[in-house]
Each structure stands twice: as C-alpha cells, then as structure tokens.
C-alpha cells in the first residue's frame, strides 16, 4: 500500500508524480500543522538538538505551546505534556532563585560572564578551546535578536552542591524566558522543598497560579519594572495573561492589578560573590527577586506561651505522620499527614534550627526540648500531699518516678500550666506505668491552633533497665535509678519573696552523688549554699547534704546524677497569706531539751507542738522502714 508523506495536513492523497505544496514557502504557520507522533506526551528530555544553546530555545518552545494550548482551552494551562514538564521545571529554577535564602547550604549560584569568558578560551593556548569559543561567539552573535543575546551581560547558574558529581547544574537565568531549566535528569533532589511541599522537578507539575503568591508577584512586579517586557519574553507576557485568567480568587487578582514599579520595595536582592567581584544576579541588567526575610513566621504551629516571650516565638511541630495536625499551616503551606519532625534535632541552638520540609532558618521545638532523655526511678513512695506526681497511673508502692521535663518548658509555662487540664479536658501532663516497669510519658504543648487543635501532642515510653536511645530518628527513654530522700522547710510558698528563707536537704549514701538545682520562672537560682553536715563515713553510710535559699520562692528542683542524668521534683506548696511574730524559748536540757513559743504581743506561752496538717516541712517521700 502506497503513502503520501508531507509535513503539512493539506493536499491531494492522490498519488501522481510531484505536486505543487499549498503550503509553500514554508513559515512558522507550516511548522504549527506538523502532528507529535507522541501527542506531544513524551516523557524524555530532547536533548538532540546540535546547539549550546538549544535549552533556551525548547523552554521558549515550550513557553509557546503551553499557551497556545490554554488560549484554546484554559484548562491545559495545566498538563502532562513534555512542554508542560519544561515549562514547569523553568518556574521551579526561578522558585529557587527566589528562595535562595533557603537552601543555601545545598545551592551555589556561579557567575558566567560570556564575553570574559570566551575571550578566556579563546587565549588560553588551547586550539580546542579556541573553537569552542569561536562557536559560541557565532550562536551569540547570530541569535542575538531572537534570544536578546544582545543585550546579554551573564548568565546565573544553579549548582546543587548535594548531587552526585562535581558540578550539577539544574537551571539558570535566561536573556529569552528569565530562566530555564537543565535536561538531565533532576530526580535526585530530595531536600528542597516549596510552598504546599511541593518538591522541585518530580512528576508533578505545577503551573505558576498554583504557586506561593509571594513567587507569583514577583513576576508581576519584573514585568513592571524590565523596560519593553512583552517585545522581550512575548512567551512569557503570553503565559501570564493566561496565568491571570487561571486565578479563580478575585482578592488575588486585586492585588496582582494594584502592582507597581514601586512593588519593588516588598523583594530584596540575590548577591552573588565572583571572580573578586560583587553581582546581584540579574537578566538583561534588571535585577531579579528574592523573598525578603521575616523575623518572625507567624503560623499555626507557634506556640502560645503563658510567660512573655522575648524576641521570636518558636514553633512547636509533629514528630508522627498523619491526618491530626495535617490542616494546620505551616511556614509553606499545610502541614500535610507525611511530614514528620525529627525526635532531637542535630542543632541544639533552636534560633539556628532550618524548618523541616521548608529550608528556613527560624527557631522550632519538638520533643527533645521538653523532655529528657531518661526517666528517674525512686524506691520510694512520692509524698503527693506536698509535690506533683506527673498524674501517674497504675504506679507499683515504694515507688516514684520524677518528672523527665526539661527547664525549657517552665520558659514558656507556669507551674500551674503543667498541672492543668487542655481545652480538651485531657492533662498537660501525664505518666502510665506500662508493662515490664516501663513508663508511657505525654507532654501537651499549647499551640496558636486552628480552633480545632490547640496543642501538640508528644510521647514517649521510657524502657525499663534500658538505656536511652533518643536521636532524630528514634524515641526510646531510658531509666535510671536514684536512691535518695530529702526534705524541704518551710513547706509554704511565701507571699512576700523578701521572707522566703527555705532550707533544703538530700540525704543519700555516701556512694551516691546527686546535686540540686533550683529554678524560679525557669531561670535558675545562682550562688545557693550547700553544706554536708557529716563529710565522712560514721556509723551509718548516709550523707546530709542542705541547701539554704535566701529571699526566693523556687518552682521546681532539678536532680541530677554525676553521669549528667536530671529529672525535677515539683511542690505543690500553698501560698502563705499572712505572716505573724513569734518569740521562742529553747532550754538544752541534759537530758531533754523544752521550746516553748507565743505571739510576739502576748503574754503567755504554750508548748511547741503542731498538726500534721500544719507540718512546718515537706519529705518528698512517704517513710517507710526501708534503710536509703
């Protein structure tokens, strides 16, 4: 069977000798009527093309046809084409330049000044080089209209410092489509990330009104400020009038029509160091847009401390995937239910942290900041009537555990806070004694919210005679024991700080070395005195070590071990409301020693003696005849 073949759709299909062409001479008309034989589906980068520059012409190509596509149907704005995968990865290289901040630490912007650079190949002794060169200058010279090579100063490029080889270009600016972006394959790149969590060259892609409004307006505002824009990127002017037409939100388009030349204000600059010299990476001698930096990223995940704050408010993210905190925005978008952030961050300085899934700098907390590594286990029973039991459930007798809370959470919330009730009605904090001895902690940090969730919740089970395994990606408390008993007196919180004299003591063997710290709004208290009343081995292998605060209440103490293992005891002390005067006398019997008291204006005295309710100190454990 016979076959006619021609370019063009026109003509006779009668087979007689050569025929006159309808469509001749032969223009871009021509060109529009040649069929893909893929539909214009290919997955496959075309890479064929004998020109250095040939990149910049199929991104200008693919500018095209996506819009002639959409002028037809604005619906294919959006597509799976091989031009839609160009068009897309092109606004993912400009999304880049505009984000660089961002991922600094993964991309490095090279400086290629052509006429530098291709007299530099053209001197250099090296007759391959001279060619190259010679080349390059030719397609320069020749294509200086159709791609304003003309007006051309340099080219800025992207290298992802991260990838396999030496140099792994993945865009670059462009003096025809401001930017395109490279052939090969980018699938490599895992760790940047944009608005919505959009990841950069994957399969999915994404036209510029589905996009960060921030990113959007930036093209506006270049298309303001670049002297002749539409007789420059006629492809781009094109592609944003339909990108325009694609918004479906009238208060976007407001704000796109109310930009000026002025809008200018609301960007800052990309500088780039080269070759001894200072640039700011620029197309056609307008300088491109980056984000300006804010201080402060206001979202649903910061949180709501009860205690002022200086300075930034953190914020408080997930450490487990899935739909609970999935709705709530995040510093690019939604959370999502895949996003996770690590147990304990590699960066202990939480202003220096980089936001998961996002790439800024900004400061956020996760469980590691509120909860220690292991627990502290005591063969002693907590004495609940004067300090807080973290709300422990199914504990076994003669024994307490103290709470594995970091100082860091009394800087954002009181005392009170942690043994109050959520909106919820579940506790701030709770302890479950599980199977095998083992602990299950829950710590609820208030959040900004969405009215639905206010909190984030964390937990984590604390293994019994195990280590603690806790890094970034692993959650698992140890356990630890300390054998030790104590008192605090007086057992009051003072209403007047200037009264407070308080005397606290840990009794211990001498094997054992533990050492008290005591916080007041979670700073602590510096300079306290300690004194051990027997220093060396007696009669019995107990040691008394005592504590004296002076003109200071204290909210918690902090235990800790010399292996560097800490765990706070809370009380639960009432505020003493009001103060009397009393005048003691003390006589030192030889066999007894008699305190009698009265009230500084009366005139009679009674025996010292007291209730147990009114108890002038604390044990922090219930006696029992178990020797320490």
């Known amino acids: 069977m016979s076959k006619v073949f021609r370019l063009y759709r026109e003509g006779t299909s009668t087979i007689r000798e050569w025929n006159e062409s309808p469509a001749f001479p032969y223009n871009s008309n021509a060109r529009d009527t040649i069929e893909d034989p893929d539909g214009a589906s290919a997955k496959n980068e075309i890479t064929s093309i004998p020109s250095p520059f040939a990149r910049i012409d199929l991104v200008k190509t693919a500018f095209k046809e996506v819009c002639r596509r959409a002028t037809r149907d604005i619906r294919e704005l959006e597509g799976d084409t091989i031009f839609h995968k160009m068009v897309s990865d092109t606004l993912d290289v400009g999304e880049i330049f505009f984000n660089i901040d961002k991922f600094k630490d993964k991309i490095e912007i090279i400086t290629w000044n052509p006429s530098v650079m291709i007299d530099a190949l053209k001197n250099d002794q090296n007759a391959s080089h001279f060619y190259v060169a010679d080349a390059l200058q030719k397609y320069l010279v020749s294509d200086a209209r159709t791609y304003n090579f003309g007006q051309l100063k340099n080219i800025y490029l992207l290298n992802y410092t991260n990838g396999p080889d030496e140099l792994n270009i993945i865009g670059a600016t462009s003096p025809s489509t401001l930017f ?27 036209s510029l009104y589905r996009r960060d409004f921030d990113y959007i307006k930036a093209w506006w505002t270049l298309r303001k400020t670049i002297p002749g824009f539409s007789n420059l990127f006629p492809e781009i002017e094109n592609y944003l009038n339909l990108t325009f037409r694609a918004i479906s939100d009238q208060i976007i388009k407001n704000k796109l029509n109310e930009i000026t030349p002025a809008s200018t204000k609301d960007f800052s600059y990309i500088d780039v160091q080269s070759h001894q010299q200072s640039n700011q990476v620029e197309v056609l001698g307008t300088v491109l847009f980056k984000k300006k930096s804010s201080r402060e990223i206001e979202n649903e995940f910061t949180i709501r401390p009860e205690q002022s704050v200086a300075g930034v408010k953190p914020l408080v993210l997930p450490i487990e995937a899935g739909n609970k905190y999935a709705s709530l925005q995040y510093a690019n978008g939604t959370w999502g239910n895949t996003n996770r952030a690590p147990y304990k961050p590699k960066v202990s300085d939480i202003e220096r942290r980089t936001l998961p899934y996002e790439g800024s700098t900004f400061a956020y907390l996760t469980i590691g900041d509120f909860l220690e590594d292991s627990i502290v286990k005591v063969p002693h029973s907590l004495n609940k009537k004067y300090f807080f039991d973290g709300n422990i459930k199914d504990v ?119 050492n008290f710290d005591f916080y007041r709004e979670g700073e602590i208290i510096r300079d306290i005195p300690v004194d051990c009343r027997n220093k060396e081995k007696g009669l019995f292998d107990f040691k008394a070590e005592t504590y004296t605060i002076q003109n200071s209440n204290f909210d918690f103490i902090r235990v800790s071990n010399k292996g560097g293992v800490s765990n706070v005891i809370i009380p639960n002390f009432l505020t003493h409301q009001n103060l009397e005067d009393f005048e003691f006398a003390v006589d030192l019997g030889t066999s007894n020693t008699h305190i009698e008291f009265k009230k500084a204006d009366n005139n009679s005295s009674d025996s010292f003696n007291y209730k147990d309710s009114e108890s002038i100190f604390a044990e922090f454990f219930v006696q029992s005849f178990r020797e320490i």
């Open 180 to 206: 395109f972006s490279g052939a090969n394959s980018l699938e490599y790149i895992q760790d940047i990330f944009f608005a919505n969590n959009d990841r950069p060259f994957d399969g999915d892609y994404v």
């Open 396 to 514: 076994e007798q003669m024994t307490s555990f103290l709470l594995p809370i970091k100082p860091l959470y009394f800087k954002y919330f009181s005392i009170e806070t942690l043994n109050s009730t959520m909106p919820d009605g579940k506790p701030a904090f709770e302890m479950e004694s599980i199977a095998g001895g083992s602990v299950n902690v829950v710590i609820r940090i208030p959040i900004m919210g969405n009215g639905n969730i206010t909190y984030i919740e964390y937990q984590r089970i604390y293994y019994a005679q195990r280590q603690a395994d806790v890094s970034e990606t692993q959650n698992s408390g140890g356990m630890t024991t300390f054998d030790f008993t104590g008192l605090v007196m007086p057992a009051i919180k003072f209403q007047n700080e200037d009264d407070a004299l308080y005397t606290v003591s840990c009794v211990s063997t001498f094997s054992n070395q533990f």
